[in-house]
């Protein structure tokens, strides 16, 4: 039995790839040598990732687990295929969002979540990040059973050198609040902006701001920001755009408080890394965000940013409110152990392969 993985891009820290990681190491110790398939790889290459253009022949005995995101690889090919076929899905971010900004991204997106409609009737059987993706996937046509598993994160990884540079400038005393996502019209960096300026005017004049993400193909929405920032003279707003991963886990060291305002998202792996390093998170109640957090962090039902503001004083004041929210954080990460969705993993995915792992 060969059982291969497909994904459109592998990138080393990424999350969709880290999963994917993730479950190759649990096949691996079931005895299999899985592979990974993909267009596109960037930051090294390894031997058992491969170009999707080398996919071999499946056959009835193999199985097919293709992760389901931005861009769907080999369409008409994978609905014609006889092997088992298991879809992983990790939503896609709607079009609606990106229409004073992108053409592109709405013509993607759209393509996007119109291929995965088209794919309905093609999986034996599904994995949803979150209960909020699975609710998609139903949406959009979806029968199969469909299993809910968070995003599996290599925790190792985060226990690496952070940059020292990087908190040898910023590691000073001051108060840093972090927001770690790529600049885009769904993740609301606005309103980060618009939390940290009143909590920068009313209670602290010496916070700085870092909003830690690539800003990519929406330099649209990031000259808005930046036109944001300009006219209310807001100071310390550091965007860090893309950076190492070394430099992620500095920032993350340096952090007083992770703020998280997006409005759309499927999971938000980057909750899960500010809990890895103790930063209290204070975050908007929107789609995926309360189910990740599992109870954790300080969520927020409306945006009103001088409450937010009072909030984040009120944790950075308080050490034995921080220390209860950082409780309740590390409480939800030991949920999320290696172990735990290790074992979810073969009550689900290695269930329906047919075998469980050791």
């Known amino acids: 039995m060969k059982i291969v993985q497909v994904l459109n891009t592998f990138t080393m820290g990424d999350a969709i790839s880290n999963n994917a990681?993730?479950?190759?190491?649990?096949?691996?110790?079931?005895?299999y040598d899985s592979e990974l398939y993909t267009e596109y790889e960037y930051m090294g290459t390894?031997?058992?990732i491969k170009h999707v253009s080398s996919l071999p022949e499946l056959d009835e005995n193999d199985v097919l687990i293709y992760h389901l995101s931005i861009n769907v690889l080999m369409l008409n090919r994978l609905k014609g295929m006889k092997c088992r076929k298991v879809g992983i899905y990790h939503n896609v971010t709607p079009h609606e969002f990106f229409l004073e900004y992108s053409m592109l991204y709405i013509s993607v997106c759209k393509r996007a979540i119109y291929d995965i409609k088209s794919l309905a009737n093609t999986f034996d059987y599904c994995i949803a990040d979150s209960s909020f993706n699975r609710d998609d996937l139903i949406k959009y046509g979806y029968t199969c059973s469909i299993d809910v598993v968070p995003i599996a994160l290599n925790m190792e990884d985060f226990k690496k050198e952070p940059n020292k540079s990087v908190i040898n400038k910023y590691d000073d005393g001051r108060t840093n609040i972090v927001f770690v996502g790529r600049v885009a019209p769904n993740k609301k960096q606005q309103d980060v902006i618009s939390a940290f300026a009143c909590y920068k005017k009313n209670y602290n004049k010496e916070a700085r701001l870092f909003l830690v993400?690539?800003?990519?193909?929406?330099?649209?929405?990031?000259?808005?920001?930046d036109s944001f920032v300009a006219h209310n003279g807001t100071e310390d707003v550091i965007f860090t755009e893309k950076i190492p991963f070394d430099e992620l886990l500095a920032y993350y060291s340096i952090a007083d408080i992770f703020l998280c305002m997006s409005a759309h998202e499927g999971f938000c792996v980057p909750l899960i890394e500010a809990m890895m390093f103790d930063?209290?998170?204070?975050?908007?109640?929107?789609?995926?965000?309360?189910?990740?957090?599992?109870?954790?962090?300080i969520l927020i039902e409306e945006k009103d940013s001088l409450i937010t503001a009072g909030i984040i004083d009120k944790i950075v004041a308080?050490?034995?409110?921080?220390?209860?929210?950082?409780?309740?954080?590390?409480?939800r990460l030991e949920e999320l152990s290696f172990?735990?969705?290790?074992?979810?993993?073969?009550?689900?995915?290695?269930?329906?392969?047919?075998?469980?792992?050791?």
């Open 46 to 48: 390894n031997k058992f």
């Open 318 to 331: 308080d050490k034995q409110l921080r220390d209860m929210i950082i409780e309740n954080q590390r409480n």
């Open 339 to 358: 172990d735990n969705l290790k074992k979810m993993l073969n009550e689900t995915l290695i269930n329906f392969i047919g075998e469980k792992c050791e």
């Open 213 to 225: 993400g690539d800003s990519g193909n929406n330099e649209k929405y990031k000259k808005q920001l």
């Open 21 to 31: 990681l993730v479950i190759r190491d649990l096949l691996t110790l079931q005895g």
């Open 279 to 297: 930063v209290p998170i204070v975050a908007y109640s929107s789609c995926a965000v309360p189910e990740t957090l599992g109870g954790a962090g």
